[in-house]
């Protein structure tokens, strides 16, 4: 299955080398991955530091154990803070 991974901030550095023009933007890529495959999964196969981090699937808030579909967009953030 195909879907759109974006990775914001300090992450973008994760993500994976685009090829066949698969590439969005500076931070997000199309990336395909078995059926099945769960946020946590995606995570760890990028090799994300273990730290805070928010994620969303299709601009929802989801936990790592949700089970990506066909065309969805994950997005990972790191932790923010401002004011």
Not at 55 to 83: K, Y
């Amino acid at each position: 299955m195909r879907i759109q991974l974006a990775l914001f901030a300090s992450l973008s550095q994760y993500l994976p080398e685009a090829d066949n023009g698969n590439r969005l933007s500076a931070h997000a890529q199309l990336i395909d991955l078995p059926d099945g495959s769960t946020v946590g999964q995606v995570i760890a196969a990028l090799g994300l530091p273990d730290e805070p981090r928010i994620v969303f699937v299709n601009n929802r808030h989801a936990p790592e154990s949700h089970v990506l579909q066909e065309g969805e967009r994950l997005a990972v953030f790191p932790p923010v803070a401002g004011g």
